[in-house]
């Protein structure tokens, strides 16, 4: 595969290139030099237990113990629910800990940054405020969100933040989910030898799980997150592997939870450590962020971002990075050896995760600046051992932050925060549905190629665009994440929103975790009226185009359950088995409202979301598309801008227009 396929990041492109004139495989090339096994990929192989594996590959073929096809590809599909589920679950609960750490004043460091949200979180969870301090009542809180894990009956509480009827189907279809961590064991169980053999089954635990993941694991996750450190608003920042800097010592925080990457952007700002690394020869300390602690340090702190998934590796071949810091999910194993042949220090903080090559300080809430500065100090003694460097000059600011707090403020201020202009937006066909787009990079398809294609094609035909985790951070590297995007990509309906309330087209909506801030974000939508009254009845998809994680499957299934009809690139897992994609099309369609449809090309993604999005505005009674109604601006120099535009003079994003 030539390079130029490979990614359309030109910073990607340019470490790639220096990768191989210094002989380092990268992702990139693993991809390349190993196929995905064939068998596997489609769902077509059981190792669940010592009689097999079993690889199904004729018609009527079945496993040792008589299993099908059939069976075998739900059984795979809801075990990746599970991982992915139990991933942000446990996340979660992380999240929870240090919630009650901090409400018992044993988290040095940390403190209830957003009082008014946790007012918000304790009355949906049903924790008395009358009286009590704010830590007394952080404390309940937090042993709420702990019970929800180990909970045996009833219901995941969050649950009932769902618009009505969709909680009534939940009931009713026996989906609503018990307790978060019973149900991620029931899949383990269900899909143990022997046990649950109808796929149409097993596949309805998928989706109770991913619930569970969804309103429950992730939107603690993120609730708890906001609480702590605050809820994100819009702020400026800049992406790409040229936010590292040549004469800084450079710390790389990578993984997922913000508990760790909080404090060591703390630490960052220490004026001793500061010291400290001018008397090791450097100007400063320079912090930058891969994947979703990116996310979390972006939006709240704006701590530039490095890039997303695939760029981790890149990150460290510059040679400028002193320390990489990892806690949990989507560090690759490749860092260890990798770092072995630079100077970087690879430091595993999480007591779930040690990777080989890495230098083990391991996190502890209860210490965290302390540990934060320990962290940074062995980033400053590793100053004097950097050799070349080599940052790929390119860097592109965005405008990361829109909580569906903020979202809703914008639409009116303080005084009349609500969603009636977006709802009017859509009754009116200036914007003629919306786009959650979300997930990985995947090396076996061209580094967010997909996740700019979707977008621009969505932004040109007025499709509102929300994004989360590595596919935020790939649009970001290309300029959509900021107003101007608006002028230059969105087609005229969404051009006018966007240039009236003042936001991108696109909007950062944080971490993989934060997927759940979508969840309440449509269920405002619904609530607001004359969109419909459940998730199910509005315009819009969600996509997960470069994805490859269990976590991503996990998120779509969440979605679907919900009522968003989800798509999904690259492959599918279930590939082999024509009646499990029927299950999951078709068959959850008429179960949730939703399809789940994995395996598309970008263009016929683009296809059938347009399609589903004028099907739903077509069953609500709505006008249809017809982009030509819309398009003014009140703006004069806005206007001159269009008019140059319209007469095929080329006009850049950062030219001012001229007036006459
Ligand atoms: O949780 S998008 S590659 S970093 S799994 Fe991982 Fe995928 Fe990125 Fe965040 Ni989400």
Redesign the pocket.
Known sequence: MSEKKRSIDPAALEILKQAEEMGIATAFDRADEMRPCPIGAKGQCCKLCGMGPCRITKEGQTGICGATLDTIAARNLVRMIAGGAAAHSDHGRDMAFALIAVAQGEAPGYEIKDAGKLLVMAKDLGVGTEGRTIEEIALEVGQVYLGEFGKQRGEVIYASRAPEARQQLWRQEGLMPRGIDREIVEIMHRTHIGDDQDAEHILRQGLRTAIADGWGGSMYATDISDVLFGTPSPLVTKVNLGVLKEDEVNVVIHG?EPTLSMAVVDATRDPELIEYAKSKGARGINIAGI??TSNETLMRQGVPSAG??LNQELAIITGAVEAMVVDV??IMQALGPLSEKFHTKLITTSPKVKIKGAVHIEFDEHRAPEIAKEIIKTAIDNYPNRKEARIPDFTTDLVPGFSHEYIRYMQGGYYRASFRPLNDAIIAGRVRGAAGV????NPRVCHDAAHHYIVTEFLKNDVLVVQT???AIANAKYGLLLGEAAMEYAGPGLREVCEAIGIPPVLHMG??VDNSRILTLLTEVATEGGVGTDISDIPVVGVAPEW??E??ISIGTYCVASGVYTLFGVGSPVEGSEEVTRLIGEGWEELVGAKLELGLEPEDIVKRSLAHIDAKRKALGLAEYDPSRFGRSGDRRMEAWLALREKGEPVSLYREPRLK
Do not use: L
């Open positions: 997922h994947c979703c997303n998934f999910q989507c979300v997930g990985c990079n985790g590595c596919g971490s993989c490859m994680s976590k991503a």
